[in-house]
């Protein structure tokens, strides 16, 4: 479903050491299937997690993905590069309208 890469885990993981005990992070997508899709990532204390949620776990730490998000991330990709941005997600299916098909 979600690529997580090494360099994002790394800086998701230095961000989550100052949060909550059992933080983890949320990746989403906003109007999804719309021309505006944007994909978020926030973070996900523990009592924000809900029964309807994917949880994907990777090395350095857990991202959840809500059941209406999730079929819009697939082969999505989180980075973090050295630029103006630090941040990169590409997700292809985000502005797919029929990816809930898939």
Do not use: W
């Amino acid at each position: 479903m979600i690529r997580i890469t090494e360099a994002a885990q790394e800086h998701f993981a230095k961000l989550l050491a100052n949060q909550e005990a059992g933080t983890q992070i949320r990746v989403f997508v906003i109007n999804p299937g719309t021309p505006t899709a944007e994909c978020g990532v926030s973070y996900c204390p523990p009592d924000a997690v809900e029964a309807n949620d994917t949880k994907l776990d990777f090395e350095k730490l857990s991202a959840y993905v809500d059941d209406v998000s999730a079929p819009y991330l697939e082969d999505a990709e989180i980075d973090f590069v050295t630029d103006q941005l630090g941040l990169s997600a590409n997700a292809e299916s985000a502005k797919c309208q029929n990816a809930q098909s898939r």
